[in-house]
C-alpha cells in the first residue's frame, strides 16, 4: 500500500499541477504485457552468424600458446577472432570520461586474470557450431598464484592481477592507493568520547540477474556503417566505448536500443558490442553475440564484493561525535566503474548524520576474480549496510531507541557534512517520524517534534572542530503520548536542537587547492567526451 | 526450539545523479503539423518508466494532454545525447532537459497562437487540455493544433525545443576529500519485522513499513513500482543471494536461477509505503528519483531485525540459515536481550 503524506513540507510544494502526479498508465505497457514491445534480441535477419567466447578456466594463469587450427576447419566456422584481431584492444570504461588507465584487454593474448576472461572469439553459422568449434581450442597455460581476498592483495608478496596497476590497487589523482576523507579531529575524538564501538562488515557479490541477459546484434548497413541492436543501459557511452575499441568514428555507428529487459547496473560495461560489431566487419555480416545464463552469472560483472571497518565514538547522551571508516571494494581483475563508486562511496560518509570528526579510507582493490560493476546503490549500499546496522549497535550501546536515536544525530538543513558542504534540503527526520507512526514505533515527543528545517547549522559540526563537549538534548521527560501528527506538521519551535558548544576553532583549515594536471584519477568526472572541462 | 519476531529499522539518504556534476543528457522536442509532440532522447527505459516520466514533464510543461505527447527512446541517430539510465539520474537530468526543451517549444507555440489571435503572447495560457486561450476570456482560444497547421504552413515557424542540463563540475581534494558530489538527496526510513526460526536458521519477512522522500513523484504508480521492486530486492539481497556463497574463496558458484537464491511470491510481504515530497530546487518539478535508494534500507533494517529477534549480529551478508545456525551456537541460543521494542 502506497500512500502519500502531502501535508509535509506543502509549503514548500506546488501543488496546481495537471499531469505531474497523475497515476498515468505507461505508454509502453501495451507492448510489454502482449509480448510486442521490440528488445534487440526481437531484431530478425537471414544468415545471421553467431559469437561465442572462449574463456579462461583459470583465475591467474599465463598463456605459452593457443591452437585454434582445428576449431577452423570445424562445420560451419566462419572466423576467428583473436587479440590481434582487435584495433585498440587495451581499454577502460571511464577513459570516456578521462578516469583511470587503459587497463582492460578486450582479449587476452599473455596473461589471463580470472576465471572466464575472454580468449578468442568464434564466429559460426550456428551458437552450437560456434560452441562445438570452441571445444576444439587448445590452450597451453602456466597457472599463477591467485589472490581472492582484498587485505591478502594488499599485503606484501601478493600475487600482482593487474598489470597496469601492479601494486593491486586503483591510483588516485597520480600519488594514493585510495580515496581520503578528512574532516574534524577524529583520534582526539576517540579519546574524549563515553564509549567506542567497532566493527567489521562484509558485503558478498550480487548478481543483476536480468530476465534478459546482456547481447548485441552488429548489422553492416548499405552505406559503410553499422546498426547495432543493444541491451545496453547507456547508448552513447557503449558507442563511444565500441568506436575506441574498433579505431573507427562514432558517426560510423548507428546504435539502436530503447527498451531493455532489466540491467540494475550490469549493462554499462558494454560487454558484447565491441566484438560483434569487430566481427561484423571482418565478415561483413550481420552476427549476434548474446550471453549465455551460466555467462550473466558468472562471467558478466557482478556487484562488487565490500568489506568495510566502522568506528564510532558516542557520548552517553547519545551524540556521535566521530567516525572512522576504513573500506576495500574488490574491483576483481580490473578497473571497470569500482574506482568511480570508490568516491561516491567517500562522499557517503558518514551516512546522513552530523558528526563533527570523520575520517576515511577507501580502497579499490584488484583481485583475480570477475570485474565488479555498478549496481543498484553503486557504492552506497554496502555502506548503508554497515552505518545502520552500526547505529544499531550504538543505541544499544547508549541505551537508546534505535529510531530516537537516529534522529537525535540525522542531518538538518544548514549543517556542515563530512565533505565540506551544507546540508540542504533535507527530509530524514520526518520519513523517521511519520514511519515510526505508521509502524505503532513509539518514540517520544520531543523527537516527534524535532525537524529537518530547524536546529541546523554549522556550529553543530563546530565547524569541523568536535562538538564532544556539546551539552546533550534536553532530557528526555515527556512520556510518549498519542498525539496524530496528520495535519499541518507545524511544530512548536524547536525545542531539542541541542545547544551548539563555541567551536573551538572558527573553521577548518581551508582544503588544499585541487590537484591539477594529472592524467589519470582525474580530479573530476567530466561528462563531455575527448574534452578536459575546467 | 521456537520461532522469535522482532523489528529493525533504518534510515537513508542517497544521491542523485552522477558523482561530482557533469553528468550531461539532451532532449529534443518538435510537433507535427497535427499539434502531436515527439520527444526524443536516447535514454533507456529498463522498465522503470523513462518514457512515462519524461512524456509526464513534457506534457506538463507544454500544458498539452498527456497523450499529444510520444517519447522515442535510444536511437543514436535521432536522439541526443544521454550518460545512459543508471545512477538514479533518469527523472532528475533527463527530466530537467526534456522540461527546457518543451519550455523552448512552448514559447513558439504561444507566439505562433498569438499571431493567429492578434494578441500579445504574454496574455495567453494553455488549458492543458488541447487549447490556448486570452488569459480572463476563454472565449478567445485556438486549438493548438490549429496553431501548429499555422506555425508550419503560414507563419513559418518550428514549434520545437533543444534542452541540455548539465550540473556544475567539481573536484575532489585529494587531501580531504572536500567535494560537491551531488545537488539533492532522497531519504528513506525503513522498519522490518521478521520472524526468525532458531532451530533451522531461516528468517521471514513479515512486514515492513516505510517512508521516502523524493522530492516529488512525478507518476505515484511509478514509484509505487519503484519503491516495491526495490523493497524486494533488498529483502533478496539481505538473506539470499550471491553468486559466490562462500566469498572470497570462489567455489560453489550459480550458475542459473535453479542455483541461484531469489525469494518467490510467497516470500513477498506486505509493505505500508508513505511517500513524502519535499522539492529539490534544482528537480524537475521538485522530482528527485526513487530508483536506486529503495533496496538499501532493507539490508540493514532486516540485520537489525534479526538481532532484535534472537540476539545475534550478523555482520555478513547474505544472511543465510547457516549464518544465523553458526552464531545462535556460538551464543548459546536465542536471546532476546537486545530487544528494545
Given at each position: 500500500m502506497l500512500e502519500f503524506r502531502k501535508d509535509i513540507f506543502a509549503d514548500e510544494r506546488d501543488d496546481n499541477l495537471i499531469e505531474i502526479g497523475q497515476p498515468t498508465q505507461r505508454q509502453d505497457i501495451l507492448g510489454h504485457v502482449t509480448g510486442t514491445s521490440p528488445y534487440y534480441d526481437d531484431h530478425r535477419f537471414a544468415n545471421l552468424l553467431h559469437l561465442k567466447i572462449l574463456r579462461s578456466p583459470h583465475a591467474h594463469a599465463r598463456i605459452r600458446s593457443i591452437d585454434d587450427s582445428a576449431a577452423a576447419r570445424a562445420p560451419g566456422v566462419k572466423r576467428i577472432i583473436r587479440a590481434a584481431d582487435v584495433p585498440v584492444n587495451l581499454n577502460t570504461l571511464l577513459s570516456l570520461i578521462q578516469f583511470g588507465k587503459d587497463d582492460e584487454p578486450s582479449l587476452a593474448s599473455d596473461f589471463v586474470r580470472y576465471k572466464g576472461e575472454p580468449i578468442l572469439g568464434i564466429v559460426a553459422s550456428s551458437e552450437r557450431a560456434a560452441l562445438e568449434a570452441l571445444a576444439l581450442v587448445r590452450v597451453d597455460y602456466d597457472q599463477l598464484p591467485a589472490v581472492f581476498d582484498v587485505e591478502e592483495a594488499l599485503k606484501p608478496g601478493a600475487p600482482s592481477v593487474n598489470a597496469t596497476y601492479p601494486k593491486n590497487t586503483f591510483e588516485y589523482y597520480g600519488k594514493y592507493d585510495h580515496q581520503k576523507l578528512r574532516f574534524g579531529e577524529v583520534e582526539a575524538a576517540f579519546k574524549e568520547a563515553d564509549i567506542v564501538v567497532e566493527d567489521r562488515y562484509q558485503m558478498s557479490p550480487i548478481e543483476h540477474a536480468p530476465t534478459e541477459t546482456n547481447g548485441s546484434i552488429a548489422v553492416p548497413d548499405t552505406n559503410g556503417r553499422l546498426i547495432v541492436y543493444t541491451s545496453t543501459q547507456a547508448l552513447f557511452f557503449s558507442l563511444d566505448t565500441s568506436a575506441k575499441i574498433n579505431a573507427i568514428q562514432s558517426n560510423q555507428l548507428h546504435f539502436i536500443g530503447g527498451t531493455v529487459g532489466g540491467g540494475f547496473g550490469g549493462k554499462v560495461d558494454t560487454l558484447t558490442e565491441p566484438l560483434v560489431i569487430l566481427a561484423a566487419r571482418l565478415i561483413g555480416a550481420p552476427v549476434r553475440y548474446r550471453f549465455s545464463r551460466h555467462e550473466e552469472m558468472q562471467y558478466g560483472s557482478p556487484r562488487g564484493a565490500e568489506r568495510i571497518y566502522v568506528k564510532d565514538g558516542i557520548m552517553k547522551d547519545g551524540r556521535i561525535v566521530a567516525r572512522k571508516v576504513r573500506a576495500y571494494f574488490d574491483s576483481g581483475a580490473y578497473t571497470r566503474l569500482s574506482s568511480y563508486a570508490v568516491v561516491k562511496c567517500v562522499a557517503h560518509i558518514p551516512g546522513p548524520y552530523t558528526i563533527p570528526n570523520v575520517h576515511a579510507d577507501v580502497y579499490c582493490v584488484f583481485t583475480n576474480?570477475?570485474?565488479?560493476?555498478?549496481?543498484?546503490?553503486?557504492?552506497?549500499t554496502a555502506l548503508d549496510f554497515a552505518l545502520e546496522c552500526q547505529m544499531d549497535k550504538l543505541a544499544v550501546a547508549v541505551g537508546m531507541d534505535p529510531l530516537e536515536f537516529r534522529i537525535l544525530n540525522s542531518y538538518r538543513d544548514g549543517d556542515m557534512k563530512a565533505h565540506r558542504r551544507e546540508a540542504k534540503n533535507c527530509a530524514l527526520i520526518e520519513c523517521a517520524q511519520v514511519a515510526a507512526e505508521k509502524a505503532n514505533w513509539p518514540i517520544r515527543d520531543e523527537f516527534r517534534r524535532m525537524s529537518s528545517r530547524q536546529g541546523g547549522g554549522p556550529a553543530r559540526t563546530g565547524g569541523g572542530a568536535d562538538r564532544t563537549r556539546a551539552p546533550a538534548i534536553a532530557p528526555a521527560v515527556a512520556p510518549p503520548t498519542a498525539v496524530p501528527q496528520r495535519v499541518a506538521y507545524e511544530r512548536p519551535a524547536a525545542a531539542a536542537a541541542p545547544p551548539s558548544p563555541p567551536p573551538r576553532s572558527a573553521s577548518p583549515p581551508p582544503p588544499a587547492a585541487p590537484s591539477s594536471g594529472s592524467t589519470h584519477g582525474a580530479p573530476r568526472f567530466s561528462s563531455v567526451f575527448g574534452t578536459r572541462r575546467r | 526450539m521456537a520461532k522469535h519476531r522482532g523489528r529493525g529499522v533504518a534510515t537513508i539518504?542517497?544521491?542523485?545523479?552522477?558523482?561530482?556534476?557533469?553528468?550531461?543528457?539532451?532532449?529534443?522536442?518538435?510537433?507535427?503539423?497535427?499539434?502531436?509532440?515527439?520527444?526524443?532522447?536516447?535514454s533507456i527505459d529498463l522498465g522503470q518508466g523513462m518514457k512515462s516520466v519524461t512524456r509526464q514533464i513534457c506534457a506538463e510543461t507544454l500544458g498539452v494532454p498527456v497523450e499529444d505527447v510520444y517519447v522515442d527512446t535510444a536511437d543514436s541517430d535521432t536522439g541526443p545525447h544521454c550518460m545512459g539510465s543508471f545512477a538514479s539520474r533518469g527523472t532528475h537530468r533527463v527530466g530537467n532537459a526534456v522540461m527546457t526543451a518543451a519550455r523552448e517549444a512552448r514559447a513558439v507555440m504561444m507566439e505562433a497562437a498569438a499571431e493567429e489571435l492578434e494578441v500579445d503572447p504574454g496574455d495567453l495560457e494553455t488549458d492543458g487540455k488541447g487549447s490556448i486561450r486570452v488569459k480572463g476570456a476563454p472565449h478567445r482560444s485556438i486549438s493548438v493544433r490549429d496553431v501548429a497547421i499555422a506555425a508550419q504552413f503560414r507563419q513559418g515557424k518550428t514549434i520545437s525545443g533543444r534542452g541540455i542540463f548539465l550540473v556544475p563540475l567539481s573536484d575532489v581534494d585529494p587531501e580531504t576529500g572536500e567535494m560537491s558530489p551531488a545537488t539533492c538527496y532522497a531519504h528513506a526510513c525503513l522498519i522490518a519485522e521478521v520472524e526468525v526460526d532458531d532451530e533451522t536458521g531461516d528468517v521471514t519477512v513479515l512486514k515492513m513499513t516505510s517512508a521516502y522522500e523524493i522530492g516529488r513523484a512525478i507518476n505515484p504508480k511509478l514509484v509505487e513500482q519503484q519503491l516495491v521492486g526495490g523493497s524486494w530486492m533488498g529483502m533478496s539481497h539481505a538473506l539470499y543471494e550471491t553468486p559466490e556463497p562462500y566469498y572470497p574463496d570462489t567455489r560453489d558458484g550459480p550458475r542459473d536461477f535453479n542455483e541461484y537464491l531469489m525469494p518467490g511470491p510467497g516470500d513477498i510481504c506486505p509493505h505500508d509505503i508513505?511517500?513524502?515530497?519535499?522539492?529539490?530546487?534544482?528537480?524537475?518539478?521538485?522530482?528527485?528519483?526513487?530508483?536506486?535508494?529503495?533496496?538499501?534500507?532493507?539490508?540493514?533494517?532486516?540485520?537489525?531485525?534479526?538481532?532484535?529477534?534472537?540476539?545475534?549480529?550478523?555482520?555478513?551478508l547474505p544472511i543465510t540459515p547457516e549464518k544465523v545456525l553458526r552464531a545462535l551456537k556460538a551464543r548459546g541460543g536465542a536471546s532476546t536481550h537486545g530487544r528494545a521494542r
Open positions: 576474480r570477475t570485474p565488479a560493476t555498478a549496481m543498484r546503490g553503486f557504492g552506497v | 539518504n542517497y544521491p542523485i545523479g552522477m558523482n561530482l556534476g557533469g553528468d550531461p543528457s539532451q532532449a529534443l522536442v518538435h510537433s507535427n503539423p497535427s499539434g502531436k509532440f515527439t520527444v526524443a532522447l536516447s508513505l511517500v513524502l515530497e519535499r522539492p529539490a530546487p534544482d528537480g524537475p518539478f521538485g522530482a528527485k528519483g526513487p530508483g536506486e535508494m529503495c533496496a538499501n534500507p532493507v539490508l540493514p533494517a532486516v540485520a537489525n531485525a534479526v538481532f532484535n529477534a534472537v540476539g545475534v549480529r550478523i555482520n555478513d
